[in-house]
């Protein structure tokens, strides 16, 4: 059984830096998989945040993020981690971790696995 879990999510002020983390359990390894971070804000379709592919470790995010977020892999861990920085009002969401095989992708639909979320509240 294949579980991912967020955590690190809470209430900062406008500027402040968070990092979250998704914790994968039920595999021995993530090769040839694609992990990815979404959010959904109150009221908005789930907005594609990053991916890391495991094997390679390459990287894409969302224009919104772009420059401030930054994700990372604990081959040890089988966890993966999203770095926030300079968080703006505009970044409170629920945010969550995605497992798919194989190719990277930016739909949300794509992904076979996911996390219960964890909420970021970034205040003005």
């Known amino acids: 059984q294949v579980q991912l879990v967020e955590s690190g999510g809470r209430l900062v002020q406008a500027g402040d830096s968070l990092r979250l983390s998704c914790a994968v359990s039920?595999?021995?390894?993530?090769?040839?998989?694609?992990l990815a971070w979404f959010r959904q804000a109150p009221g908005k379709d789930r907005e594609y945040v990053g991916h890391?592919?495991?094997?390679?470790?390459?990287?894409d995010y969302g224009d919104s993020v772009k420059g401030r977020f930054t994700i990372s892999r604990d081959s040890a861990k089988l966890s993966v981690n999203l770095q926030m920085n300079s968080l703006e009002p505009e970044d409170t969401a629920v945010y969550y971790c995605?497992?798919?095989?194989?190719?990277?992708?930016?739909?949300?639909?794509?992904?076979?696995?996911w996390g219960q979320g964890t909420q970021v509240t970034v205040s003005s």
């Open positions: 890391i592919t495991w094997d390679a470790g390459s990287t």
């Open positions: 995605g497992l798919k095989k194989f190719f990277p992708s930016r739909r949300s639909n794509d992904y076979d696995y």
């Open positions: 039920g595999r021995t390894t993530l090769s040839r998989h694609t």
